[in-house]
């Protein structure tokens, strides 16, 4: 068997950043002061002057994406999650969100991978954060492939948009020949009908595979790749609610506030279904390397298969 | 400026000063005091001095505006009814459920608005992103602010200031409405901004300090302002909070509050007054 390939998404943004930035003129992209970590360094290089370092300003940052938007650039902004989607709220809230600006937030260093920054960098709250702005789209890309079309798909929707990225080189899941892609359009990576796990980000080839063994133990478990977290795929998660009867959501995030509770929110509204949110559990992270760290707070195949188990009684 | 322009932009800042009491009135709430200390500058951008066009409020080349100190939205939006965007009528409709005129302003409802602002310190951020990214478009476009004087208490405000520097954002100005009272009250007992022409210097702002009630200063300023390169121009304007209206003036209780029907009588008598000797003159 070939090795699989790892990429971290952050690669994937800086890349795709600087196709985009020979395709259209109106792209411009900032940063403060990470653009060597968040890959819009990539970009910096090929397109100087429409490059711009706030310095550690993300605040400012914000909002002077939002006065380029009303300009008519379509402006990048990048920094860490924590920094980006905490440290600024407020600014994308009321200067990017509430004005309905076309200002794409791409952060990268989120969830626990970030490793042995420890706690203080660890943001499991950004799709908390910003799944409760009206108007925000939210998404966070699997692999490598699929990063490289949220991005794309961000430039070509007229709105803000979060996107969030990795530190950590993760496989790469899809394959780039055979792949579609659409905000808001969840998709089943293999069928199944014992149990569901809906996953995001890097958990999505930690569930397929956990999918695989639990085949070997005689579940029948369906994966779904759930990007964008917001606007939620109500119609492919209501039928692996139906047709599975247990959910199992995993994500590198909190389990308050993120697409664990934006499905359960979503089935107990329409369509009563148990469901078990894999995630960090309202605890804050800690340093190690970013593996040892998921499988601390189980983030890994072993618990994804184990949770299938108690769900399933089987 | 010929005594007729004086006399025609005194008398415009007064008709703006009773829209202010008119929308706060009818409102029952909004924010008088900070609306009446920049009522004058604010005249004289629309009135005198910068490029817009209320049949097409975004024209790309016009120059803009950020009222960074949101809260005075009915000074704002009582200039930019009497400058043509929208019904002067639609005053009385401040802050009304259906009302285009939100508490703050709101570029998507309102034409001429150029930022949404309210939440303190950002526009003035914003404000360096037009400009920066007029420089990048060769857009012959100024971009001028408005900030309060407990605002600049804000840290973004320096982040923004440090910015407009960094990039040598000669076709910004800031304007700081130096009423010196804010809520909770006078400035210098709640979190002195002071020295504020010290620190705008030590950021690299070009700094003036005028009578923010005063056009011909305002002209001279704005005109000395355009002629400097390379740096980003800042204005302190000495201001009276609630200026033009007796019992508002330097009164800290009229930062946030609407006038009862009494009080909107008298207000309206005083600058219904003022306006009919302006008329005479």
Redesign the interface.
């Known amino acids: 068997m070939a090795e699989i390939k790892k990429i971290a998404t952050r690669d994937s943004y800086g890349a795709t950043l600087r196709e985009l930035g020979a395709e259209h003129e109106d792209i411009i992209v900032l940063d403060a002061d990470l653009s060597g970590s968040t890959r819009t360094g990539v970009f910096a290089k090929a397109f100087p002057d429409r490059f711009i370092n706030c310095g550690i300003a993300e605040a400012d940052m914000i909002c002077v994406s939002g006065g380029l938007s009303t300009m008519g650039f379509v402006p990048f902004c990048s920094s860490f999650a924590m920094f980006l989607t905490g440290r600024a709220y407020e600014q994308i809230r009321n200067t990017i969100g509430y004005p309905e600006l076309n200002v794409k937030l791409c952060a990268s260093h989120a969830g626990l991978s970030v490793g042995e920054d420890g706690a203080s960098h660890q943001c499991c709250e950004d799709f908390a954060l910003m799944r409760n702005i009206p108007g925000m789209v939210v998404m966070s890309p699997a692999d490598d492939v699929e990063a490289r079309a949220a991005v794309r798909a961000a430039y070509a929707h007229k709105g803000p948009v979060y996107i969030r990225l990795g530190r950590a080189a993760v496989p790469v899941v899809f394959d780039e020949n055979n792949f579609e892609f659409a905000i808001g359009k969840a998709q089943v990576l293999r069928p199944g009908k014992d149990v569901a796990i809906l996953a995001t980000g890097l958990m999505v080839e930690r569930a397929l595979q956990a999918a695989e063994q639990l085949s070997l133990a005689g579940i029948d478990a369906r994966v779904i790749d759930v990007c964008t977290i917001k606007p939620l795929d109500e119609e492919v998660i209501l039928s692996a609610a139906a047709e599975c009867g247990g959910l199992i959501t995993c994500e590198e995030h909190s389990i308050v506030g993120g697409l664990g509770e934006a499905v359960a929110s979503l089935t107990a509204e329409k369509l009563p279904t148990r469901v078990r949110r894999i995630g960090v559990e309202d605890v804050y992270g800690v340093s190690g390397p970013w593996k040892d760290v998921l499988d601390l707070f189980g983030l890994n195949a072993a618990h994804i298969t184990a949770v299938a188990h108690e769900l399933t009684g089987k | 400026m010929t005594s007729e322009e004086r006399t025609s932009l005194r008398r415009m800042a007064c008709k703006i000063r009773m829209g202010i009491i008119e929308g706060t009135y009818n409102a029952k709430s909004g924010h008088p005091g900070g609306s009446l200390s920049a009522a004058d500058m604010i005249t004289y951008l629309y009135f005198r001095h910068m490029r817009v066009d209320p049949q097409n409020p975004r024209w790309?080349e016009r120059d803009?505006f950020?009222l960074s100190k949101g809260h005075a939205a009915p000074a704002l939006y009582a200039a930019l009814a009497h400058r043509g965007f929208f019904p002067v009528e639609e005053i009385k409709s401040l802050r009304h459920i259906g009302s285009r005129l939100q508490g703050h302003p709101?570029?998507?409802s309102v034409p001429g608005v150029?930022?949404?602002t309210?939440?303190l310190?950002?526009?003035?951020?914003?404000?360096?992103?037009?400009?920066?990214?007029?420089k990048?478009?060769n857009?012959p476009s100024r971009v001028y602010t408005i900030l309060g004087d407990g605002e600049i208490e804000e840290?973004?405000v320096w982040?923004?200031f440090?910015?407009a520097n960094?990039?040598k954002l000669d076709n910004l100005v800031v304007m700081i409405d130096n009423n010196n009272l804010q809520i909770d009250g006078p400035i210098t007992e709640v979190m002195s901004p002071y020295p504020i022409e010290e620190k705008l210097s030590a950021f690299g702002f070009f700094v003036q300090t005028i009578d923010g009630h005063d056009f011909d200063a305002m002209e001279t300023a704005l005109a000395r302002a355009q002629q400097e390169k390379g740096r980003p121009s800042a204005i302190v304007l000495k201001t009276v909070k609630g200026k033009g209206v007796s019992f508002m003036e330097n009164e800290v209780d009229w930062h946030g509050k609407g006038p009862n029907q009494e009080e909107y009588n008298r207000a309206m008598e005083e600058l219904s007054n003022a306006l009919r000797e302006m008329e005479a003159e």
């Open positions: 790309q803009r950020v709101n570029m998507l150029d930022m949404s309210g939440s310190g950002q526009g003035v951020s914003s404000a360096c992103g037009m400009a920066i990214g007029a990048k478009l857009l840290g973004q982040e923004a440090m910015f960094y990039y």
